[in-house]
């Protein structure tokens, strides 16, 4: 006897306002910490620069990948439309790629939040808080979609009002001679990067640190098959993020650099406060805006669960892993187990020690998936023309040819500059991008060489057609 359809699918809750939330609280902590190490390489000038082509990018990305998701409104995301492009094989690895990258980036989050719990109650040791904030996390989202999504809307308004107090309280202590601070020894350079150390090579390695401020943006995808209104709601979901992530970034960037010198904040882990603190001293803002900061790192946290748990659930239901995962509560629509196996991954690996390792596996992940995403976007745009598309990205073929263009640019720019000099040795971000190294690329290379032979041995033999995973969809029309 079939299943009735609203116990077998996903519950629709989310609108575009709780996708502008999603998409942009998986981003919100890197405007917390991690992208002032681009101070160290470019200065503020190089990193303003360096932002300019990275948001090109993003901009262009999200757009061809606001037409797929509209297109095939799943919430395998960039698996389905690698599958509908190049077949099995390619929706298999693309759905991995997604996978290697909300599985493994969520610990050195995690490790934030507990350390700066450790750091406001220090008898709270950071590991035991790590897991705690994971358990709590699941069992958040264990509660519901809807659930989920009003607690990341909450916790991404309480961050962005942070945000905003930093920002207000900057205006009054910029000054411009401290952004355009020009370099002691020029080294011969002229015009900008008079203001730029190393200059093109200071201006190259801050593209990393730029795309920090967008990172994991399309993860708001996998929320398509819990939207209302998919169709229309996505693009104006993803649009308005994109645009709010951009006047983040503009004036995070600048302002911070505005109002302290910039190579003492370039080196943290949690730059906002301490620019304040030069500013201001310890006073009550500065503790205002680190404590804000916390809801940032959760936003983003609990945004990835989301992503990762829908992504598992999606290739559980397709047949490329086991069935299981594709199980849902029959009460709260929840993927009960696809949850439970983000949350363990995630603690397993945040107790390993291993984040460095970890974090760099999680950015070749993220890397394979935009880079098969754009080919799959271009690939569909020749082979299915008259496909329904409810929104078209302006510039079509163009715009994607683009937008590539820009992903390998960034790709070449985070092999070439990443470097373990760059960061103090121990603090978060030479975890994250301080050590890109044989062992990490090891551990990918193993990771991709397991799923393969699972692929291969059971995979590929229990897999749904493509015509079944739209016609689960059919219903979104």
Same mark, same amino acid.
């Given at each position: 006897?079939?299943?009735?359809?609203?116990?077998?699918?996903?519950?629709?809750?989310?609108?575009?306002?709780?996708?502008?939330?999603?998409?942009?609280?998986?981003?919100?902590?890197?405007?917390?910490?991690?992208?002032?190490?681009?101070?160290?390489?470019?200065?503020?000038?190089?990193?303003?620069?360096?932002?300019?082509?990275?948001?090109?990018?993003f901009?262009?990305?999200?757009?061809?990948?606001?037409?797929?998701?509209?297109?095939?409104?799943?919430?395998?995301?960039?698996a389905?439309?690698?599958?509908?492009?190049?077949?099995?094989?390619?929706?298999?690895?693309a759905?991995?790629?997604?996978?290697?990258?909300?599985l493994?980036?969520?610990?050195?989050?995690?490790?934030?939040?507990?350390?700066?719990?450790?750091?406001?109650?220090?008898?709270?040791?950071?590991?035991?808080?790590t897991i705690?904030?994971?358990?709590?996390?699941?069992?958040?989202?264990?509660?519901?979609?809807h659930?989920?999504?009003?607690?990341?809307?909450?916790?991404?308004v309480?961050?962005?009002?942070?945000?905003?107090?930093?920002w207000?309280?900057?205006?009054?202590?910029?000054?411009?001679?401290?952004?355009?601070?020009?370099?002691?020894?020029?080294n011969?350079f002229?015009?900008?990067?008079?203001?730029?150390?190393?200059?093109?090579?200071?201006?190259?390695?801050?593209?990393?640190?730029?795309?920090?401020?967008?990172?994991?943006?399309?993860?708001?995808?996998?929320?398509?098959?819990?939207?209302?209104?998919?169709?229309?709601?996505?693009p104006?979901?993803?649009?308005?993020?994109?645009?709010?992530?951009?006047?983040?970034?503009?004036?995070?960037?600048?302002?911070?650099?505005g109002?302290a010198?910039?190579?003492?904040?370039?080196?943290?882990?949690?730059?906002?406060?301490?620019?304040?603190?030069? &500013?201001? =001293?310890?006073? @009550?803002?500065?503790? #205002?805006?680190?404590? $804000?900061?916390? %809801?940032?790192? !959760? *936003?983003?946290?609990?945004?990835?669960?989301?992503?990762?748990?829908?992504?598992?659930?999606?290739?559980?239901?397709?047949?490329y892993?086991?069935?299981?995962?594709?199980?849902?509560?029959?009460?709260?629509?929840?993927?009960?187990?696809?949850?439970?196996?983000a949350?363990?991954?995630?603690?397993?690996?945040?107790?390993?020690?291993?984040?460095?390792?970890?974090?760099?596996?999680?950015?070749?992940?993220?890397?394979?998936?935009?880079?098969?995403s754009?080919?799959?976007?271009?690939?569909?745009?020749?082979?299915?023309?008259?496909?329904?598309r409810?929104?078209? &990205?302006? =510039?079509?073929? @163009?715009?994607?040819? #683009?937008?590539?263009? $820009?992903?390998i %640019?960034?790709? !070449? *720019?985070?092999?070439?500059?990443?470097?373990?000099?760059?960061?103090?040795?121990?603090?978060?971000?030479?975890?994250?991008?301080?050590?890109?190294?044989?062992?990490?690329?090891?551990?990918?290379?193993?990771?991709?060489?397991?799923?393969?032979?699972?692929?291969?041995?059971?995979?590929?033999?229990?897999?749904?057609?493509?015509e079944?995973?739209?016609?689960?969809?059919?219903?979104?029309?």
């Open positions: 006897m079939t299943e009735p359809q609203e116990t077998t699918t996903l519950k629709r809750s989310m609108g575009p306002v709780q996708l502008w939330a999603l998409a942009v609280g998986l981003v919100i902590s890197g405007n917390f910490f991690g992208w002032s190490y681009g101070y160290g390489t470019g200065g503020p000038v190089g990193l303003l620069i360096a932002c300019v082509p990275v948001t090109i990018f901009a262009t990305f999200i757009l061809c990948y606001s037409e797929m998701a509209t297109m095939l409104p799943s919430a395998g995301g960039g389905i439309f690698a599958r509908k492009a190049f077949g099995p094989v390619a929706g298999y690895f759905g991995i790629s997604s996978l290697v990258e909300l493994f980036a969520p610990p050195a989050i995690a490790l934030a939040v507990g350390g700066y719990i450790h750091n406001l109650i220090p008898v709270i040791p950071a590991i035991p808080a705690f904030v994971f358990l709590f996390f699941v069992f958040i989202n264990y509660l519901g979609m659930t989920s999504a009003v607690f990341e809307l909450i916790v991404t309480v961050a962005l009002v942070g945000l905003c107090i930093f207000a309280a900057a205006v009054p202590h910029f000054e411009v001679s401290n952004f355009l601070k020009p370099l002691a020894e020029t011969g002229s015009g900008f990067l008079q203001y730029i150390p190393g200059g093109w090579k200071g201006l190259m390695g801050s593209v990393p640190f730029a795309i920090w401020f967008y990172l994991a943006l399309e993860g708001g995808a996998v929320s398509a098959e819990e939207m209302v209104n998919p169709q229309k709601d996505i104006k979901g993803f649009m308005t993020g994109m645009a709010t992530l951009f006047v983040m970034m503009c004036l995070t960037c600048v302002l911070t650099a109002i010198d910039y190579t003492k904040v370039a080196a943290v882990d949690f730059p906002l406060p301490e620019a304040l603190k030069i &500013a201001y =001293g310890s006073s @009550a803002v500065t503790l #205002i805006v680190n404590i $804000l900061g916390l %809801f940032g790192l !959760i *936003a983003s946290l609990n945004g990835i669960i989301v992503a990762a748990s829908r992504q598992i659930y999606a290739m559980g239901r397709s047949g892993l086991p069935k299981i995962f594709a199980g849902l509560n029959p009460k709260r629509r929840v993927p009960t187990a696809a949850l439970m196996a949350g363990l991954v995630g603690i397993i690996t945040a107790c390993t020690g291993l984040t460095n390792i970890v974090i760099n596996i999680s950015a070749f992940g993220l890397v394979f998936l935009y880079a098969i754009l080919c799959s976007y271009l690939k569909l745009k020749s082979a299915y023309p008259d496909y329904p409810p929104f078209k &990205a302006p =510039g079509g073929k @163009a715009l994607g040819i #683009i937008s590539l263009l $820009l992903c %640019f960034c790709i !070449i *720019a985070m092999i070439t500059t990443a470097s373990a000099s760059t960061f103090p040795e121990g603090s978060l971000m030479y975890m994250i991008f301080g050590n890109v190294n044989m062992n990490a690329l090891v551990a990918t290379l193993v990771i991709y060489g397991v799923a393969l032979l699972w692929y291969v041995c059971k995979g590929r033999k229990d897999l749904v057609t493509i079944e995973e739209i016609e689960r969809m059919a219903h979104l029309d």
